[in-house]
Nanobody
Framework: QVQLVESGGGLVQPGGSLRLSCAASGSIVSINYMGWYRQAPGKERELVAADTSGGVTNYADSVKGRFTISRDNGKNAVYLQMNSLKPEDTAVYYC?????????????WGQGTQVTVSS
């Protein structure tokens, strides 16, 4: 059994900052990639940022220069530092990871954390 648990969402004013955290737990053998997706009301889920096991990072164009993804492999954790937040960043943010457990290798998702950017 593998779980991803996110934290750190909330309400912030435009221009503000938030830091999302996601920790993986369970019968983990190895973690390949970890990343963040988001889904705004009425829109499809989209990639925000991802970090591969080789340390290569990818960002959506809309967040480049404002968001930073980082990993702590010792804690099986991934973080998303979000600065200069805009109202259009409002969405539910989901942690995603490619994990090999004792039982299977697959794609895992967290339950989501709400980020609201509003004055």
């Amino acid at each position: 059994q593998v779980q991803l648990v996110e934290s750190g969402g909330g309400l912030v004013q435009p221009g503000g900052s938030l830091r999302l955290s996601c920790a993986a737990s369970g019968s983990i053998v190895s973690i390949n990639y970890m990343g963040w997706y988001r889904q705004a009301p009425g829109k499809e889920r989209e990639l925000v940022a991802a970090d591969t096991s080789g340390g290569v990072t990818n960002y959506a164009d809309s967040v480049k220069g404002r968001f930073t993804i980082s990993r702590d492999n010792g804690k099986n954790a991934v973080y998303l530092q979000m600065n200069s937040l805009k109202p259009e960043d409002t969405a539910v943010y989901y942690c995603n990871a490619g994990i090999r457990s004792f039982y299977r290798a697959g794609d895992y998702w967290g339950q989501g954390t709400q980020v609201t950017v509003s004055s």
